[in-house]
């Protein structure tokens, strides 16, 4: 018998994408967010993915000064892989969202691969008291939101990493990114192994169905070969049904408070690290292993922890 597939979990900790009211467990202050990314990292995450936030307001924070305190205490206490956004919030500009990757060089950043509607304003019909002022402006206000990466703004992107040796978590809502990723492989713009993370359950991206996933499995197949690493991120209450998809397809998985902020029907995620655990056990229960932030490494071809600037 070989050896067992090992599987990458990435983790995203800090529910960017979220309102703080929806859930008392968002980690908002520095100190919050680098606990939650070492809890991730210990229950068996081999990739951190990272936003930031205001802790005066919980807004999200795409300023440098924002992301320094909890990096360095991440890299001190674990030596899991720091991923970076570089999509912030739907709100912010290009210049805004590329600041953090740009300043502190990471070994993966993620980047959105098209423009797209990005609906949030349905979570208002389960939540109607909000701790901040900004929260419920920040929904309605996605009834009308574009989500913008153009294809300038994902050259833009690109271009940065490739200054700063840093690769990609190419985030793809649907078949469209997949033909735009493989326009910048044709130009050479990215090169393999790619490290593809198909999401599932916003809405104006892909949604959930079985048949949805295999097919964005095949788009990818039949356009980058054997020359991509295959991740998914499945949306609110589906996160584990995807996750679960994509292991027996021989995929790897996504989860974190950013994604889901449940841990099961009715029941609150009280850290991301509980669902770390639940997609383990997932993972350990079909005969796999996950794999470790170096193995991460060597699979994804990462330039390793010397090569950031935190």
């Known amino acids: 018998m070989g050896n067992k597939r090992k599987v990458i979990i ?30 991730a990292a210990e229950a068996g995450a081999a990739i ?13 924070d795409q300023s440098p000064e924002a992301f320094a305190p909890f990096l360095k ?11 970076l956004t570089t999509g912030g919030s739907p709100y912010m500009t290009i210049e805004e969202r590329v600041r953090p990757a740009a300043v502190f060089k990471p070994e993966v950043a993620s980047l959105n691969m098209g423009t797209m509607n990005f609906g949030l304003y349905h979570m208002l019909d389960r939540f109607k008291e909000f701790k901040f002022d900004w929260e419920r402006e920040y929904l309605e206000k996605s009834h009308d939101l574009i989500a913008r990466n153009t294809f300038r703004d994902i050259e833009h992107i690109l271009q ?18 997949l033909y735009n990723l493989r326009h910048f492989y044709d130009r050479g713009l990215v090169k393999g192994p790619l490290f593809i993370q198909t999401v599932f359950g916003i809405l104006g991206g892909i949604g959930i169905h079985p048949d949805d996933i295999a097919h964005m499995k095949r788009t990818a197949d039949r ?23 994509s292991l027996a397809m021989g995929g790897n998985v996504r989860v974190g408070l950013e994604d889901s902020l449940w841990k099961g029907p009715g029941a609150l995620a009280q850290s991301s690290a509980e669902q770390v655990s639940t997609v383990r056990r997932i993972i350990e229960g079909l005969g796999l292993e996950i794999a470790s932030p170096d193995e991460a490494r060597e699979i994804l071809q ?6 950031v600037a935190f």
């Open 160 to 177: 940065m990493g490739s200054e700063n040796g840093t690769k990609f978590e190419f985030e793809c809502y649907d078949t469209s990114h």
């Open 73 to 83: 205490e991440i890299k001190e206490r674990t030596d899991a892989v720091v991923n």
């Open 10 to 39: 990435s983790c995203a900790c800090t529910g960017a994408v979220h309102t703080p009211s929806m859930s008392p467990y968002l980690p908002i202050t520095a100190k919050q967010i680098a606990e939650d990314a070492v809890k």
């Open 223 to 245: 356009l980058f070969g054997d020359n991509y690493h295959w991740s998914v991120i499945g949306a609110g209450a589906s996160q584990m049904k995807v996750a679960a998809m």
């Open 48 to 60: 951190v993915h990272l936003h930031a936030r205001n802790p005066e307001n919980g807004r999200p």
């Open 302 to 307: 990462l330039k390793g922890r010397s090569g």
